[in-house]
């Protein structure tokens, strides 16, 4: 069953369908897919069911003991194999 990760940042617009499409392509390239769903940060809490992973470009609060990657690296470049290599850990669990 493919993991949930649930891809979030400020407004759910821009920002978050970059990275959620980067993170499609990347795992695309590996041979590796995931349920990928966009919020804003502010409905997290409100989406955590099922939640395997999060990734934010900002703080999203309480999520009890779901892992959390808080990172900008899909938009900068910086870190993002780092990340990637996170996410697919993650993945194959």
Do not use: H
């Not at 590996?30 to 409100?46: D, H, M, R, T, Y």
């Not at 990172?71 to 996170?86: N, P």
């Amino acid at each position: 069953m493919a993991k949930k990760i649930l891809v979030s940042c400020g407004t759910a617009v821009a920002t978050s369908t970059v990275v959620l499409r980067k993170i499609e392509e990347r795992l695309g390239e590996k041979g590796l897919s995931a349920n990928l769903i966009q919020c804003k940060a502010a409905e997290v809490p409100s989406k955590l069911d099922g939640v395997d992973l999060i990734v934010t470009t900002t703080p999203v609060g309480d999520v009890g003991d779901i892992p959390v990657i808080q990172t900008l690296s899909f938009l900068t470049g910086i870190g993002l194999e780092a990340d990637m290599e996170k996410i697919i850990s993650y993945i194959k669990e």
